[in-house]
């Protein structure tokens, strides 16, 4: 039987570092099989949890349900937003000024327009005139077709009275 040296200078038979070397081996193998089961059972933990957080969050059919008024109080406001600032942007485009988000107006714009050709507007707008007073397609019409800016005459300034001069 062959004998090696260790660093201390013992002589430890060459057959019982192998059976070492493999028992060592086996008990790692054991511990990284144990490790990654244990991180798989986190994270699939962890991916229910999340799950079940985001299928809570997008169904906004039950939150409404549960809640009318405050989503239509919602939307109403979100639509009144987009909608001021989609006419700032029209307006600032008017006056000569193109923005990135004058851009983007124009862009949403287009793609409302194209959407209004897929609409059914034979059909709605009947119940629509009835309903609101106006013609959808009379005003789709309007907003497809661009106007030249105004041009206004500014008038002379006046003074006011009751000003005190210095």
């Given at each position: 039987?062959?004998?090696?040296?260790?660093?201390?200078?013992?002589?430890?038979?060459?057959?019982?570092?192998?059976?070492?070397?493999?028992?060592?081996?086996?008990?790692?193998?054991?511990?990284?099989?144990?490790?990654?089961?244990?991180?798989?059972?986190?994270?699939?933990?962890?991916?229910?949890?999340?799950?079940?957080?985001?299928?809570?969050?997008?169904?906004?059919?039950?939150?409404?349900?549960?809640?009318?008024?405050?989503?239509?109080?919602?939307?109403?406001?979100?639509?009144?937003?987009?909608?001021?600032?989609?006419?700032?942007?029209?307006?600032?485009?008017?006056?000569?000024?193109?923005?990135?988000?004058?851009?983007?107006?124009?862009?949403?714009?287009?793609?409302?327009?194209?959407?209004?050709?897929?609409?059914?507007?034979?059909?709605?707008?009947?119940?629509?005139?009835?309903?609101?007073?106006?013609?959808?397609s009379e005003v789709l019409a309007e907003?497809?077709?661009?106007?030249?800016?105004?041009?206004?005459?500014?008038?002379?300034?006046?003074?006011?009275?009751?000003?005190?001069?210095?």
């Amino acid at each position: 039987m062959t004998s090696t040296k260790t660093n201390a200078g013992d002589a430890v038979p060459v057959a019982a570092t192998k059976e070492e070397l493999q028992q060592r081996m086996e008990a790692a193998r054991e511990s990284l099989s144990e490790t990654v089961g244990q991180i798989r059972d986190t994270v699939e933990e962890q991916y229910a949890s999340v799950k079940a957080g985001v299928s809570g969050i997008l169904d906004w059919r039950e939150g409404f349900q549960q809640e009318p008024l405050l989503w239509s109080l919602g939307a109403l406001s979100a639509g009144f937003a987009v909608g001021y600032t989609l006419g700032r942007a029209q307006k600032g485009r008017r006056r000569g000024k193109a923005s990135a988000l004058a851009t983007f107006a124009d862009g949403l714009i287009d793609e409302l327009k194209k959407a209004s050709d897929r609409l059914p507007l034979l059909s709605l707008d009947p119940k629509a005139r009835a309903l609101l007073g106006f013609d959808i397609s009379e005003v789709l019409a309007e907003i497809g077709t661009e106007r030249p800016p105004r041009v206004r005459a500014r008038a002379p300034k006046r003074k006011r009275r009751g000003q005190r001069r210095r």
